[in-house]
């Protein structure tokens, strides 16, 4: 099964906005249920990663996501400062703004994590619940990579290593060639594909990578990477009072199981929910085990 072959995502309403600073962002709305959800992507996700989650859950939600800005349909701001995880979450706000939706359930993936984490931070009253699935409070790259324990000096290198392939358009466009070519991309898919048991999983990791490796976009998301890293609300997570449904899987590598359990350690009103095969890509891999946890959380927010 193919992504465009889910019937959720046949019907699909594109919007744009333009935010605070001037930028025009593009959004997508689907289902006209009456709780709204609001979908934060992973870097390099688009709507078509929720296809399964969506599909899965079924009637009763309204789906919105967005691109973020600097990526696909949306606009670039003139500072690459713009591309900062506060205003990401500023988008968001604008977007629920120009829907006239009050609350919502915050849903987000990787780095949708942190732009979730720091919208309620900003405006608890607007989130209704929090599903956070493969990410973290901040910091990425001190992490990422290490699924045991974190490296001293991880970060720095990784840092020399982005500002290395900024500086060198042509070797990022020699990266991105290698990592979409055909024969490497569809192993990769395949070995994906039975590891998790899902034959779809392999068609979403294609589309994913030949989204960050193969447009012009590639440099921004490298940048973006930057902000992750200097971005954190670790102090602010005992202040979080919103539900949260904190979703991790073994096989993560670039957001560790050991940075979910933090989240969880110290959110007051935080649960946790392992699933032992699954790696970063889990909408994809588990779509229902996930939607039913979805589901049961949603039952338990409307029950307080």
């Known amino acids: 099964m193919k992504y465009r072959d889910l019937p959720i995502l046949r019907e699909v309403e594109a919007k744009s906005l333009t935010s605070s600073d001037g930028v025009e962002i593009f ?18 996700g ?10 899965a859950l079924g009637d009763g939600y309204r ?42 359930l915050l849903a987000g993936w990787s780095m949708g994590v942190q732009v979730s984490l720091e919208f309620t931070t900003r405006h608890p009253r607007r989130v209704l619940g929090l ?36 500086a060198r358009p042509r070797l990022c466009a020699r990266l ?28 979403f990791y294609k589309r994913y990578v030949r989204d960050v490796f193969g447009g012009d976009h590639f440099s921004r998301y490298l940048r973006l990477f930057q902000e992750l890293d200097a971005h954190s609300v670790y102090h602010l997570l005992p202040n979080i009072e919103a539900p949260a449904l904190i979703v991790y899987g073994l096989l993560d590598i670039l957001t560790p199981a050991y940075q979910s359990r933090q989240m969880v350690r110290r959110m007051p009103n935080a649960e946790g929910f392992r699933i032992g ?26 029950a307080r």
């Open 63 to 104: 789906f919105i996501s967005w691109d973020y800005r600097g990526l696909f349909e949306s606009g670039a701001p003139e500072r690459l400062r713009n591309l900062s995880i506060p205003d990401h979450a500023d988008d968001l706000r604008a977007i629920l703004d120009a829907e006239g939706v009050e609350q919502a």
């Open 46 to 55: 688009r709507l078509y990663s929720w296809g399964p989650l969506m599909e």
């Open 131 to 166: 599903v956070l699935l493969n990410g973290t409070y901040g910091q990425v790259l001190g992490t990422a990579f290490q699924p045991l324990v974190p490296l001293p000096y991880v970060d720095i290198v990784l840092h020399e290593v982005i500002d290395l392939l900024r």
């Open 27 to 44: 959004y997508e709305v689907v289902g006209d249920g009456e709780l709204t959800v609001m979908l934060a992507n992973g870097l390099g």
């Open 277 to 302: 095969r699954a790696s970063h890509f889990i909408v994809a891999e588990h779509p229902q085990q996930l939607a039913d946890r979805v589901s049961d959380f949603v039952r338990e927010i409307g």
């Open 176 to 203: 991105g060639a290698l990592a979409t070519h055909p024969r490497l991309l569809e192993a990769e898919a395949r070995l994906l594909s039975l590891v998790v048991r899902r034959p779809y999983a392999g068609s």
